[in-house]
């Protein structure tokens, strides 16, 4: 498994994220998911398009330093 940190962007909000990268098999394409922090109440669960690709944030929490959230990948992710 593969890591990437960096900045994510929506329309809603931006945030620091850490893109976790599956290898891919013959049978299935590579699977992407991660978690991340952001200071805007914004990002509730649901589907969001994204600078690195398509996302669904299944959950998030309000913690000290802001919410938390955690998403799965859909398509290709575009990391740079």
């Given at each position: 498994m593969k890591e990437w940190k960096g900045t994510m962007q929506t329309d809603n909000f931006i945030a620091k994220v850490i893109v976790y990268l599956e290898?891919?098999?013959d049978s299935s394409p590579g699977d992407w998911h991660g978690?991340?922090?952001t200071l805007s109440p914004l990002c509730e669960p649901g589907e969001y398009k994204t600078n690195i690709g398509n996302i669904v944030i299944d959950r998030n929490d309000l913690i000290t330093t802001g919410y938390m959230f955690y998403f799965v990948g859909?398509?290709?992710p575009k990391l740079t």
């Open positions: 290898e891919a098999l978690h991340g922090i859909q398509g290709k």
